[in-house]
């Protein structure tokens, strides 16, 4: 021991035994590095919440609008019902009658009721269950207009039992002009070769009844016009669901709701990444478990 040299004494280090293998010096040790710890999500996990926030929306604007034609809608009929009695569109202007310009109309027309071409279609109203009482009038220029005269429940269901409320001669009718009702009610056919009907069809019951130049429309007779013992004319039912409103606010809740959520997961950790900012290269080990004030440095995001 005396004779090794003081130098040799001073330098002597356990590290730099022969058998030691340290670790090759990189280039990009000398740096401080960052290492994100959370990968970037799928494109999908952005793209979808998107999309359906998007549809959404759309929905509720679509809603919007579908309210604001239901009120115009609403008021257009309104006033059709409460204007004063036009006559009846002539027969040229026939083929261009529609719901949507002509459904509802106040409308007056005279003529001679043909009873023993009567058509009885089931109905259910606020005096029940029964029919309604469709018989031609035929007016003095040839053409034909069902009219709906109105209810009669089932034990009236026989002509014979309403022959004093079946006018004879002139009458003049008023009431609502309503558009045909093809094919029949809901899940149920018109079987036309059993007399059994479950819509005012008007084709149908022209075609049913041999009637010839027939309106495509029918009249729904108010109650000033039922004669004592017939039919109980005036129960048109004029009613326009308008939930529309409804339906827009929960569009607009549920898009609202998928927002903030895309708020949270942007803010709160999908797309957060931590930065770990180390020590310039060295013992890498002896690094990892320094915890002082030399020790690396855990970046948050902010």
């Given at each position: 021991?005396?004779?090794?040299?003081?130098?040799?004494?001073?330098?002597?280090?356990?590290?730099?035994?022969?058998?030691?293998?340290?670790?090759?010096?990189?280039?990009?040790?000398?740096?401080?590095?960052?290492?994100?710890?959370?990968?970037?999500?799928?494109?999908?996990?952005?793209?979808?919440?998107?999309?359906?926030?998007?549809?959404?929306?759309?929905?509720?604007?679509?809603?919007?609008?579908?309210?604001?034609?239901k009120l115009a809608l609403?008021?257009?009929?309104?006033?059709?019902?409460?204007?004063?009695?036009?006559?009846?569109?002539?027969?040229?202007?026939?083929?261009?009658?529609?719901?949507?310009?002509?459904?509802?109309?106040?409308?007056?027309?005279?003529?001679?009721?043909?009873?023993?071409?009567?058509?009885?279609?089931?109905?259910?109203?606020?005096?029940?269950?029964?029919?309604?009482?469709?018989?031609?009038?035929?007016?003095?220029?040839?053409?034909?207009?069902?009219?709906?005269?109105?209810?009669?429940?089932?034990?009236?269901?026989?002509?014979?039992?309403?022959q004093d409320g079946n006018?004879?001669?002139?009458?003049?009718?008023?009431?609502?002009?309503?558009?045909?009702?093809?094919?029949?009610?809901?899940?149920?056919?018109?079987?036309?070769?059993?007399?059994?009907?479950?819509?005012?069809?008007?084709?149908?019951?022209?075609?049913?009844?041999?009637?010839?130049?027939?309106?495509?429309?029918?009249?729904?007779?108010?109650?000033?016009?039922?004669?004592a013992g017939g039919p109980?004319?005036?129960?048109?039912?004029?009613?326009?669901?308008?939930?529309?409103?409804?339906?827009?606010?929960?569009?607009?809740?549920?898009?609202?709701?998928?927002?903030?959520?895309?708020?949270?997961?942007?803010?709160?950790?999908?797309?957060?990444?931590?930065?770990?900012?180390?020590?310039?290269?060295?013992?890498?080990?002896?690094?990892?478990?320094?915890?002082?004030?030399?020790?690396?440095?855990?970046?948050?995001?902010?």
């Open positions: 021991m005396g004779d090794e040299p003081p130098q040799q004494q001073h330098d002597a280090d356990p590290r730099d035994d022969g058998n030691e293998v340290n670790d090759p010096v990189r280039p990009e040790d000398d740096e401080t590095r960052s290492l994100p710890v959370a990968a970037r999500p799928r494109l999908w996990l952005t793209v979808l919440p998107l999309a359906a926030f998007v549809v959404l929306m759309a929905l509720g604007v679509w809603q919007v609008e579908r309210r604001a034609w609403i008021d257009r009929v309104e006033q059709r019902v409460h204007a004063p009695v036009q006559p009846i569109p002539a027969a040229a202007s026939w083929p261009t009658i529609s719901a949507a310009s002509d459904e509802y109309r106040h409308v007056g027309v005279s003529g001679r009721f043909l009873h023993d071409r009567e058509t009885l279609v089931q109905a259910v109203t606020e005096e029940g269950p029964g029919y309604w009482v469709l018989t031609p009038l035929q007016r003095a220029d040839g053409t034909t207009v069902l009219i709906n005269r109105g209810f009669v429940p089932s034990e009236r269901r026989d002509a014979s039992t309403r006018p004879a001669g002139q009458v003049e009718i008023t009431g609502l002009l309503r558009i045909t009702e093809p094919k029949g009610g809901f899940l149920r056919d018109n079987v036309p070769q059993h007399n059994r009907w479950y819509s005012r069809d008007v084709a149908a019951i022209a075609a049913a009844r041999d009637l010839r130049n027939v309106a495509p429309f029918f009249i729904d007779a108010d109650a000033g016009s039922q004669s109980i004319g005036g129960l048109t039912v004029i009613r326009f669901p308008n939930n529309h409103l409804i339906y827009a606010l929960t569009w607009f809740a549920l898009a609202f709701m998928l927002a903030g959520r895309l708020f949270v997961t942007f803010r709160g950790g999908l797309f957060r990444r931590q930065r770990f900012v180390h020590e310039p290269a060295g013992d890498l080990d002896a690094s990892a478990r320094r915890t002082g004030s030399d020790a690396g440095t855990i970046v948050e995001p902010t």
